[in-house]
Each structure stands twice: as C-alpha cells, then as structure tokens.
C-alpha cells in the first residue's frame, strides 16, 4: 500500500503505548482537520482496548476534543502503509514505526520535523486532504 490519492486524507498519530500523546493528536487535530481528513492514534505496545490515560483526557477536554468512545489500536504495517501522514510523537517512535513499515518512512515525521517544514509555509487550499497531502 502506499498513500491515498483521492478521498479523505488518513492521519495516524503514533506514540508507544496508543494511550496518551497520540490520542491527543487523534481528538485535537481531527477537528481542525474537518471532514476532508480522517485522524487515528495507535500505539506501537498498545494494549488494545485500553482506555485513554487519566493525564490525556484533561487536555483533550481543555482545548474542546471528546474522549467519548476511545479505544487504544495497536498499530500495524498496513495502518502505517495506509496513511498519507504518519505522525510520530518522538524519533524512536518514527524509528519503530519505520521499522514496522519501511516504506512508511517516506511519510513518517515527527511532530517537530513536520512542524520545521512547514515553519512561515502556507499550505494552499481549503480541502483538508489536499492540505495534509500537500504538506
């Protein structure tokens, strides 16, 4: 698989155990996204199932997401294969999911290195799926 090119754009916020940061990309960057983008979290040793951590519902609730309905998913090859964006919450979680997915890599950044990138960059259009594609 590689990234999609028409459809909704599909995000996957990647951190360790699925629970805490990368659900916070998940219910926050969603949102800002719209419609045009479909924005999941996985964990490399989620526990799937598991409920969000206590110390990420606060936040979430904070900047207006919802908790409702979360479950941990454990992230797999065809996931990250799947996605346009892999985001990554740290370079070892980039590196494992990299190698999980190699060909992944391509579109495998860190929050922070997407964040260099884009850095004074304008990213054209309203459509969400372009944006994240064009990003």
Not at 10 to 37: D, F, Q, Y
Not at 79 to 86: K, M, S, Y
Not at 88 to 115: I, K, M, S, V, Y
Request: contains cysteine.
């Amino acid at each position: 698989m590689s990234p999609t090119l028409t459809g909704p754009a599909r995000v996957v916020a990647v951190c360790g155990e699925g629970t805490c940061r990368s659900p916070m990309v998940e219910r926050l960057l969603a949102p800002a996204l719209g419609p045009g983008a479909e924005v999941v979290s996985a964990g490399l040793r989620a526990a799937p199932g598991a409920p969000m951590a206590p110390g990420a519902v606060g936040p979430v609730l904070e900047h207006g997401g919802s908790v409702a309905g979360f479950s941990a998913r454990r992230a797999e090859a065809s996931t990250l294969l799947g996605a346009d964006l892999v985001l990554a919450l740290t370079r070892a979680h980039a590196a494992d999911a990299a190698r999980l997915a190699p060909r992944a890599a391509r579109w495998t950044f860190t929050l922070r290195e997407l964040a260099r990138l884009l850095d004074g960059e304008r990213v054209p259009g309203r459509d969400p799926a372009a944006r994240v594609r064009a990003a």
